[in-house]
Structures are given as C-alpha cells and as structure tokens.
C-alpha cells in the first residue's frame, strides 16, 4: 500500500534554496518507492507553476488554491470547487478595496482575473499597512457562511468556498486513490493547514502560527528532517 507527503509550499516546503533541493532529494527518493506527493497550496495555478519551473520540482499531485482545485502532475483538473456566483458582488463591497494595495481573482487554471469573471475559485487581497485585516477576515467568514476566510500574513487574507480545504480535498484524492488515512504524512505553517494537520495528524515546521502547532503532532525543522525521520531515509 503506498504512502502519501501533503505538504504545504511557502514556509513549508520552500523555506530557502538550499532547504527545497534537500526537500526535493527526500521527495524524489520517496517518490521512487512508489509512493505519493502532494503539494497543498493557497498558490493558485500560474503562481505554483513558476517555482515547479524555478526549482525544477516533481510532485504526483497539487492542491492548488487552498484546495480549491485538484490537478496532477499533468496538469489536468480532477476536481474544482467554486465561489458562488450570487454572492460574489456582495462580498467584494465588503472587502474595503478602497484600501487595498492589490487584489486578484482566481478561476480554476486562470490566475489573474477580476470580480466580473464568472465561476472563481479564490479571491486575493492586500491591504495596506494600516489595515486592521483581522476585523475584515472576521467579518466575512461571520457574514458569509459559503466561504472561508483565511489570514495569510499581515496585510493579506484569501477567500475560498466553504465546501472545500485542504484537508476536504485529501479526503477526496485519498479517496480516488485508494489510500489509506494511517498512510497519509501532512505538514504546513498556517492557517489554511490546521483542518489537514488535525485530520491527518500531521506535523508542524518550526515557524508555524501557534493554532497549528497545538494540534501538530511534533514541530519539525524542514520537510527533510521529517521524511528521513519517518521513513528512515538519508541524504
């Protein structure tokens, strides 16, 4: 029976350039054994595909968009979860642009589009400095009980549907695969891991947000030292 790594990206999987080649070395090795890799992204679909291209990374498949949308390593969708088209008007009067610095759609493969475009699959937001982000996350995720609002750092929160998160979507992909929960690996650093990190008692990188280290497992350096851990592997 295989085994499957969920990891998250930024923070996570990539914390510097010589971090993600030891990542990657690990993956590889892992991925040799006839096992599955799995990276589980807020990064949408173009984004993600720039560092798959930088760092020449090889992965079975990708959670992309918090995720929203399931692809392999072929690029093709396997699954998709939308933002109500009725509500999206609403929310964005709520989002204050007014004070934003940027902010960007999302709607399956396509990265960049605007309020207008039907069918989206995130919403991306930054704020200026003097935002307080926390009062506007609040709001939405209290307001609209379709979506869910995720804080991503200080000035930047994204929204996605309330029917989909990473953990949601492990469960949907395990599901196709045939593995089994005692042979799912999750590790992440924010807000956004915490569902998949509890389900799957999964772990925590050393500089996560406090939420999700309470229900991590064990906190570790890189996503290396997990996998050479677990799997007795070297480099």
Excluded: W
């Excluded at 990657?24 to 807020?42: D, E, H, S």
């Excluded at 493969?109 to 937001?125: G, M, Y």
């Amino acid at each position: 029976m295989p085994k499957m790594i969920v990891s998250d990206y930024d923070k996570t999987f990539y914390l510097n350039d010589k971090d993600i080649e030891k990542n990657k070395l690990l993956v590889n090795q892992f991925r040799k054994k006839g096992n599955i890799f799995v990276i589980a992204t807020g990064r949408s679909y173009l984004d993600l595909k720039e560092e798959v291209d930088k760092y020449n990374l090889k992965y079975d498949y990708a959670l992309i968009n918090h995720g929203s949308t399931i692809i392999n390593r072929n690029n093709q969708v396997l699954c998709n979860f939308l933002i109500k088209n009725d509500i999206i008007k609403d929310i964005k009067n709520d989002l204050e642009l007014a004070k934003t610095k940027f902010y960007f759609c999302c709607s399956k493969l396509e990265s960049r589009v605007n309020f207008e475009h039907l069918d989206l699959t995130k919403i991306a937001i930054v704020y200026n400095n003097d935002i307080n982000i926390k009062e506007i996350n609040d709001r939405i995720n209290k307001k609209y009980k379709e979506v869910t609002s995720y804080i991503i750092n200080d000035n930047m929160l994204e929204i996605i549907s309330k029917d989909i998160d990473k953990s949601k979507s492990i469960k949907l992909l395990s599901s196709y695969l045939k593995i089994k929960k005692t042979n799912i690996y999750t590790i992440g650093d924010g807000y956004s891991d915490i569902n998949m990190v509890k389900d799957y008692s999964g772990y925590a990188v050393k500089k996560s947000i406090i939420e999700l280290k309470k229900v991590a497992k064990k906190e570790y350096s890189s996503v290396s030292e997990m996998i050479m851990e677990i799997f007795d592997s070297k480099i």
